[in-house]
């Protein structure tokens, strides 16, 4: 019997307007995700995809909102890791943000993995097929 999960839907993130600024930028510009259609909620925002499918929301909050107890800190949400395509590219566009990142290859898995932090402290894997 299958528990009905195909795969993950979308992450989203919920911050004051300027942390949803910095993270829009900063997952379309760098890591390559790009704009795209979003409902009309009543709430402000965007959605961003990969390959034609939303895979990242950015909920803004207001402002005046409560700030996490420890905004450094992501609570039990260690990383996010999404599968890439171009790993030179994308090597280049982190370089040029000035984003500081580690590489490890996996033999077994015949893939290249970069580890970064993004600006609210989350960390991304970017895994590439060799």
């Known amino acids: 019997m299958t ?3 195909t795969g993950l839907n979308h992450i989203n993130f919920r911050a004051p307007e300027a942390m949803i600024e ?3 930028a900063f997952y379309r510009d ?12 009543r709430s402000r ?7 034609g499918r ?14 996490p107890a420890h905004p450094a800190a992501t609570g039990w949400l260690d990383h996010i890791a999404l599968t890439c395509v ?3 590219s994308m090597r ?8 500081p990142y580690e590489l490890d290859e996996v033999p ?9 932090t993004d600006p609210a402290g989350v960390g991304v894997e970017l895994n590439f097929a060799e």
């Open 86 to 88: 171009d790993d030179a």
């Open 22 to 24: 910095r993270l829009r």
């Open 108 to 116: 077994a898995l015949r893939q290249l993995q970069i580890f970064l």
């Open 54 to 67: 939303d895979v990242m929301h950015l909920t803004i909050t207001a402002d005046d909102g409560p700030a």
């Open 30 to 41: 760098v890591i390559g995700l790009s704009d795209g259609a979003r409902p009309p909620f």
């Open 3 to 5: 528990s009905g999960v």
């Open 92 to 99: 280049a566009r982190l370089d040029a943000a000035g984003v």
């Open 45 to 51: 925002g965007y959605w961003l995809y990969a390959g």
